[in-house]
């Protein structure tokens, strides 16, 4: 008998519709009754929160985060299931998953459809999340499951704002699926991101600048002289920016701000092969720090917990050096 908890938190999972749209009411709860018929799966449900995922802050993800740690810790539970709002559900899954050891499943689950909607995909996604939280799994780390697919946590996003098939690891594909029969594992990471250990500590005041042609450098310095600390940057493709955008990077840098360079393509790692003002060889040579292929939104909650755990950019670099 596996032991199964799901930790609820909000989203169109538990939204029902009123005279204006969705939202969630004060009743609002997650439907279970889909793994009623599960054999061999004994389920408790704790309420955590019940937000519209935009709403969920970076502090709450971490209290999440830290309670998922203490539920590790504690061997109380086989594994997770935790539902979430799909908007800001890849940073909680991603939060969690830099944080957590790997010894426990724990499976993010969500709904793009609500219960009121023809096609409710919530109850399935439920059942298919169960499933794969009670399957062996070797150190996967935190996993998404939607439409029967089970994605790694450091490389989902949602792709669309309305298919049941929103969510994907652009370059990765699945880690697997969920079938009638079985859960099937088609490829294992080798490696995922993690903090070094230590306690959840977040510094809040670390931006996110998405590059567009002629834009950039105005929010580079206004985040820079406002206090910010960390600033990642989603450049144009190989991790290149205009040479105005390159003198705020720099600016920033020489006010111990620090950079990291992401790329607003969905694929791909950023790399220091163009020299020209603003290219990538040239931002290495002024001190930014490289992210690979990680999405922006993802290395700004990866920062903001180095930071606020008080890593300088030396161990920064270290701890990004493998991408
Ligand atoms: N706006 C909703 C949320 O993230 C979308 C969803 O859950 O699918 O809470």
């Known amino acids: 008998m596996k032991k199964i908890l799901i930790i609820t938190t909000g989203g169109t999972i538990e939204m029902q519709p009123d005279s204006h749209g969705l939202s969630i009411n004060p009743v609002s709860k997650v439907d279970i009754s889909s793994i009623e018929a599960l054999q061999d799966v004994e389920i408790s449900v ?32 086989d594994g997770v299931v935790v539902t979430h709002g799909t908007d800001t559900l890849e940073e909680t899954a991603f939060m969690v998953d830099i944080y957590l050891e790997g010894t426990l499943p724990v499976v993010f689950t969500a709904a793009m459809r609500s219960s009121s909607e023809l096609g409710v995909d919530g109850p399935r996604n439920i059942r298919s999340a169960v499933r794969v939280a009670c399957t062996e799994r070797q150190n996967l780390g935190v996993t998404i499951v939607l439409n029967d697919e089970i994605h790694a946590a450091g490389r989902v996003t949602k792709t669309c704002t309305s298919n049941v098939s929103s969510f994907d690891s652009p370059g990765y594909g699945p880690l697997g699926f ?22 959840l500590v977040l510094e809040n005041r670390v931006g996110l600048v998405r590059t567009a042609a002629g834009f950039g450098h105005d929010v580079i310095d206004f985040l820079a002289g406002s206090g910010y600390r960390g600033i990642v940057v989603e450049a144009f493709g190989r991790g290149n920016v205009h040479p105005e955008t390159a003198d705020a990077i720099e600016r920033a840098i020489k006010s111990e701000v620090i950079v990291i360079i992401t790329s607003r393509c969905h694929e791909g790692r950023v790399l220091g092969v163009y020299s020209y003002p603003g290219g990538g060889k040239d931002l290495e040579n ?6 690979g292929d990680m999405a922006g939104n993802k290395i700004r909650i990866f920062l903001m917990a180095s930071l606020g755990r008080g890593l300088g950019k030396q161990e920064i670099e270290k701890l990004l050096s493998r991408l």
């Open 46 to 77: 704790r309420k955590f929160l019940s937000l519209p995922s935009p709403h969920v802050t970076p502090e709450i993800m971490a209290d999440l985060a830290r309670e998922l740690r203490a539920i590790e810790k504690s061997g109380e539970f």
């Open 286 to 291: 002024r001190g930014v720090l490289s992210a």
């Open 178 to 199: 969920v079938d009638d029969d079985r859960v099937i594992y088609h490829r294992l990471p080798i490696w995922r991101m993690n903090l070094p250990e230590g306690p």
